[in-house]
């Protein structure tokens, strides 16, 4: 038999700020070509787990790690991290952060050139890797002109060439579109089937992997971990898909781990609900009041005259959460900078409404006063964090907005409960580090509110409560725009959808008419329940609901 991948025993981490463990007495065990789907909520310790078993837990975090880390018979605690590099590749969060050459060809053969492989392995490698990517044409590319889904195969393939049996993966779809996932994990479930490679993920978006995964690794609060089947553990897991969600409900047996299962299990549901006579009820909005912010003929070019935003008109209306969706590169944050008034535009307007009430270009604004006008939360949340403990950042916040004392903190702790006022930003999770930056720029609490896939690192439970607190804002005559590719999100909270492609507005119209209609961008109940308009399994139980008391 097989010596498993990886093996951990009695595993515990206590990190250097604290006396409470992040991981808790974790025996776990991977086979040697599993795909294995780590889940949790935001900081429970995901990214910590998948640190131990490449040896960065704690030999670069500091701290302690208490039991055992077998890596293919290799132990963490007498192997470093470079002594695993042929073993373990790993790939993190933002692929272009951790790139340290130009090029795709480059950045393919630098791993490989750490190891010292000899020039004739290193181009048959890197041709292999190109083929097995399908991105030969990108050879040549610089790293920063490659869209979101092709920076994340090529932060793959970089790992990829210094043959690793084992690939560990941190939210690697978090940025991607719906597309540009699909691309990634058809790359990451190809290593797993046809080359044998154990690859561990740990993602939020459960709905893109969990019909891939061989095994779920569930890390709860407190640090305690299970591990099983994914229909096992997806039975009372707190992390679920919309798709298992639904399955629980309707008591289906097995339950539905995928869109395809779940059809097949909900023919008399669909049946049931007899979409021409029970559609949802829209929500209600502002419709007929006057636009708080207008965008006429905006066009934005960046350098080497790229055209990111062509003529684009918009307006946003009081009372309204719109998404603003589209592929990586179509232009979604280049529209959002101009809107908020920071990016520059080439042509056309931006007007929004001033404090007076007389319309105002918000790029003529000082930064104080346009923060109160519109606020954004940019796709780098640390671009906006600058002091050393999270309760400086929000007695600042409360300082510079007016808020009374407070007001930021409370506001952060309903969006990520638990969050130490003495911990320094840098070493929040990805989805604290927005939580904070969300907190801040609601605490000026400004009529227009832009979010640019603030969903990153954020739960299905962080998730739900950033959801209630745009609807919150829109009930109070706020208009929210939400930058995403996360269509869960956008089937929860948005009453419009507003579609882009190479910057220009291709769809504009209801949640429902838009995404519903889409096969990228529909979300899992909409597809269990084509050609029915529910979008959430909230949409599905109130319909049923309905049935039930209407009189027969």
């Known amino acids: 038999m097989a010596e498993p991948a990886i093996v951990l025993e009695h595993v515990s981490v206590v990190p250097p700020e604290g006396a409470e463990p992040v991981l808790r007495d974790v025996d776990l065990v991977v086979e040697e070509g599993e795909l294995a789907l780590v889940v949790g909520r935001t900081g429970s310790g995901k990214s910590t787990l998948l640190g131990a078993m490449c040896g960065r837990v704690p030999h670069f975090t500091g701290g302690t790690l208490h039991g055992r880390v077998l890596v293919h018979g290799r132990d963490t605690r007498t192997h470093r991290p470079r002594d695993l590099a042929d073993v373990v590749g790993v790939v993190g969060q933002d692929p272009l952060a951790g790139f340290v050459t130009d090029t795709v060809e480059e950045e393919l053969a630098y791993a490989m050139e750490q190891l010292g492989l000899p020039a ?3 181009r048959k490698r890197v041709e292999e890797t190109l083929d097995l990517l399908g991105i030969p044409e990108l050879r040549g590319v610089p790293l920063r002109e490659l869209s ?8 793959i393939g970089s790992v990829l060439t210094a043959h690793p049996s084992v690939i560990l993966l941190d939210e690697p779809t978090s940025a991607l579109d719906p597309t540009g996932a ?4 058809a790359t990451i479930t190809r290593l797993v089937h046809d080359l044998g490679v154990t690859v561990v993920v740990a993602e939020h978006r459960v709905e893109r992997v969990l019909h891939h995964a061989d095994r779920v690794v569930h890390v709860a609060p407190g640090g305690t971990v299970h591990a099983g089947l994914p229909a096992e553990v997806m039975r009372t897991s707190d992390i679920a898909s919309p798709v298992v969600e639904l399955g629980r409900w309707a008591g289906w047996s097995p339950l539905p781990l995928s869109v395809r299962d779940a059809r097949r299990a909900a023919g008399p549901l669909r049946a049931h609900l007899r979409p021409d006579a029970n559609r949802p009820v829209p929500r209600a909005t502002a419709a007929g009041a006057a636009p708080v912010l207008r965008a006429r003929s905006a066009v934005v070019r960046h350098p080497g005259d790229v055209l990111a935003v062509a003529g684009v008109d918009l307006e946003l209306r009081p009372g309204q959460v ?14 959002l900078w101009v809107l908020q008034g920071s990016g520059r535009l080439a042509a056309g307007t931006v007007e929004v409404t001033g404090a007076d009430g007389a319309p105002v270009d918000p790029a003529a604004l000082a930064p104080g006063p346009r923060r109160r006008r519109v606020g954004l939360v940019p796709q780098t949340a640390t671009d906006l964090l600058y002091l050393d403990t999270v309760a400086g950042e929000c007695a600042q916040a409360d300082k510079e907005s007016g808020a009374p004392e407070g007001t930021c903190a409370r506001t952060l702790a309903r969006l990520a409960p638990g969050i130490p006022g003495p911990r320094h930003p840098r070493d929040l999770s990805e989805g604290q580090r927005l939580a904070l930056v969300l907190a801040v720029q609601l605490t000026a609490d400004p009529p227009v509110l832009l979010l640019d896939e603030p969903t990153r690192g954020l739960d299905p439970s962080a998730k739900a409560t950033l959801a209630a607190t745009l609807r919150d804002l829109a009930a109070r005559g706020r208009s929210v725009v939400v930058s995403t590719h996360d269509v869960e999100f956008v089937a929860e909270c948005a009453d419009r959808v507003v579609v882009l492609a190479t910057g220009e507005v291709v769809a504009d119209g209801t949640t429902a008419d838009v995404v519903v209609s889409s096969p990228a961008f529909a979300p899992q109940v909409a597809k269990v329940l084509a050609p029915g308009p529910w979008l959430t399994v909230a949409d599905v139980r109130a319909a049923v609901a309905a049935l039930a008391e209407a009189p027969r």
């Open 120 to 122: 004739a392995t290193m």
């Open 322 to 335: 719109t998404a603003l969706m589209g592929r990586n590169g179509s232009g979604k944050s280049s529209l």
């Open 148 to 155: 979101g889904g092709q920076q994340q195969r090529v932060a």
């Open 182 to 185: 699909e691309e990634v994990l």
